[in-house]
């Protein structure tokens, strides 16, 4: 009676993306939500068993009204030795196989991917390139709205990665100055940017809709602004969203170049001259 009455969100342990009647955010949610909520179902229902056996031995074997001095002290039970090893060493073994399995999965990359982009971090913002389109947009930190609340963002302003849904999405993950981290809340995922390191992710937009992503990874004084906004669109909408882009002048690609680390091995830094 009391799982009848769980909404959907609640049935995939409050995690975001969920809702009634609706497909998954991505190809990808209903198994990372899968996990999650297996998960906390194991780990609760071992809970209620140590609680119990804990409420049990209080009870069971608390003093009794004129006794005196300590029980009988029982030491070296093999069994019981062997039971409070077991059971965690399954535990332990049984939450690595699923999440080895589950992860395998979600960093499996397309042979053939429909759509490439190229999402490059910067402090405190985000530029993305539609590879196979060969455009791009620059954006910059979210800038305070004056004629909003307090705390508020100009919404126009921050940068919006527009992705087809239903296609096979390749992200290619770059950073300019620090370690960022690419998420979208929604789709449950987030990964890290790493300065001379690119990193792959590989998903397929399910639902149509505007979410919002952010850097999860503490990058210095303006972390907080550095948002952007995915919107998963048609085919024909992200093809009209490409056409704009292209009509503003916005062919070609960025790239790295303007990145901080000038000094990482394998670049062309100067070098101070030996006397």
């Not at 009455?5 to 990372?32: D, K, S």
């Not at 965690?88 to 042979?111: C, K, S, W, Y």
């Not at 995915?230 to 002048?249: C, F, H, K, M, T």
Request: with cysteine; proline share 5%; glycine share 10%.
């Amino acid at each position: 009676m009391v799982l009848a009455g769980c909404t959907t969100a609640q049935l995939n342990g409050f995690m975001p993306g969920f809702e009634e009647g609706q497909p998954n955010v991505t190809n990808q949610t209903g198994r990372i939500g899968g996990l999650w909520t297996t998960s906390w179902i194991v780990l609760l229902v071992v809970g209620l068993i140590t609680w119990g056996l804990t409420l049990w031995a209080v009870v069971v074997y608390r003093r009794r009204k004129g006794q005196t001095g300590l029980p009988v002290q029982l030491r070296y039970n093999m069994p019981i030795e062997i039971f409070y090893t077991v059971v965690p060493l399954i535990l332990v073994i049984g939450f690595f196989a699923f999440t080895a399995r589950d992860q395998t999965a979600i960093e499996a990359r397309f042979d053939e991917p429909d759509v490439k982009i190229g999402a490059i971090a910067k402090q405190w913002a985000w530029d993305f390139n539609y590879v196979n389109e060969d455009v791009y947009t620059a954006g910059v930190q979210g800038q305070p709205d004056p004629a909003g609340d307090p705390g508020s963002l100009v919404e126009t302003e921050i940068p919006t990665l527009v992705l087809p849904v239903g296609k096979k999405i390749e992200f290619a993950l770059d950073a300019r100055d620090v370690i960022h981290s690419f998420w979208v809340i929604d789709f449950l995922y987030k990964k890290d940017m790493i300065p001379g390191k690119t990193n792959y992710m590989s998903v397929i937009p399910e639902r149509i809709g505007t979410y919002q992503g952010k850097c999860a990874e503490l990058c210095g004084e303006y972390h907080s602004l550095m948002l952007f906004n995915v919107e998963v669109v048609s085919q024909d909408d992200y093809d009209a969203y490409i056409e704009s882009l292209r009509a503003a002048g916005n062919e070609g690609q960025l790239d790295i170049d303007y990145n901080r680390n000038q000094n990482l091995p394998g670049t062309n830094a100067p070098k101070a001259q030996e006397d």
